[in-house]
């Protein structure tokens, strides 16, 4: 009888001992499941971003950051053809888009209601994702005696769009040098009719306002043709800095267009902007994947090389998404958010 007690208690020692056993597998295994499951990409939305022209540097760069969140993370997103940055607030701002590239002068006077939102007045319904690269004011001709801004006096000038983020670029180049809209003949065209005009000789300079090189001005210098940047002399360029704090001086090389020298100019920031209910692991999971594999991102598109996480911080008169706010504190940069 004393054997068989001994023998039914070494059998319970044993099934408590494989009972805890499997216990703590199951602890071990539910751990390394939680563990995998925060590793991988998250579950995500389908993200439409209006980006820009497709002569354009938006919607070149902008097409390469859509296939690279998509492929890195859960959330899907699907880069389309833009109208400016005006309209791709007005399109944010309606729901038609939950991303969108915006020059960082007309997202703030969207936020602001004033100058081109004067009329139709504040939208308050998006916030920044990031602050990508700088965007230059590029004055395009081929003419070369057109040396100065001066010069385009009475001529026949292409400020973009009429309403755009380009046109109040324009006005206020000219404006530098004390020259109207009424002292040129405008022209308000796209990048690509510029370039086409510029090349059929219907127009005798085009202000283009994107990330150099742009693609509308690298095929004017196709085949042979030689393209000028005009440039601004520095008296007039410090005096555009400082009558508007969105604007920041910049030299763009020779190289980069082939032309004979380095052209001094202004610019603005690219940023890219989210609708604020937009999932905030959606907006993580862009800035994210950007950010954090900047190298990928570059040899896709040469625009990659100018991201960091100090310009892409570098907006403080508009909030930033709970999304990319997290992401930010993470790399130990506070950002301001609604």
Do not use: W
Request: proline share 2%.
């Amino acid at each position: 009888m004393k054997k068989f007690f001994a023998l039914l208690l070494s059998a319970a020692m044993i099934l408590s001992l494989a009972a805890c056993g499997s216990s703590a597998s199951s602890q071990s295994t539910e751990a390394s499941g939680e563990s995998t499951a925060e590793s991988a990409p998250k579950a995500g939305g389908n993200l439409t971003f209006a980006t820009g022209g497709e002569s354009g540097t938006y919607y070149a760069f902008g097409t390469v950051l859509a296939q690279h969140v998509s492929d890195k993370t859960g959330t899907q997103v699907t880069a389309i053809v833009g109208n400016g940055s005006q309209a791709n607030v007005e399109d944010l701002d309606a729901g038609a888009v939950q991303l969108a590239f915006c020059q960082s002068d007309v997202m703030s006077y969207a936020y602001a209601g004033t100058n081109l939102f004067a009329e139709s007045g504040a939208v308050g319904s998006f916030s920044v994702a990031a602050a990508l690269y700088m965007e230059q004011v590029q004055i395009v001709t081929m003419n070369p005696e057109i040396k100065s801004v001066a010069d385009l006096a009475g001529k026949n000038v292409s400020i973009g769009a009429s309403g755009s983020g380009v046109y109040f670029n324009a006005l206020d180049v000219l404006g530098a040098y004390d020259l109207t809209e009424d002292d040129i003949k405008a022209q308000y065209l796209n990048f690509g009719d510029s370039a086409d005009n510029l090349k059929d000789g219907k127009i005798d300079a085009a202000f283009i306002v994107a990330g150099a090189p742009t693609t509308a001005i690298t095929d004017l210098a196709t085949g042979g043709r030689q393209v000028y940047l005009v440039s601004l002399d520095s008296e007039h360029a410090d005096k555009l800095c400082e009558l508007s704090p969105y604007y920041s001086k910049y030299t763009i090389p020779a190289d980069v267009y082939g032309t004979p020298e380095d052209v001094t100019t202004v610019a603005v920031g690219a940023v890219v902007i989210a609708r604020d209910d937009v999932a905030e692991d959606d907006v993580y999971n862009f800035v994210s994947s950007v950010f954090d594999n900047i190298d990928e991102v570059t040899s896709a598109h040469a625009k990659g090389a100018e991201l960091s996480l100090e310009f892409a911080t570098s907006i403080t008169d508009v909030p930033y998404h709970a999304g990319a706010a997290k992401y930010f504190k993470e790399k130990g940069i506070e950002v301001k958010t609604k």
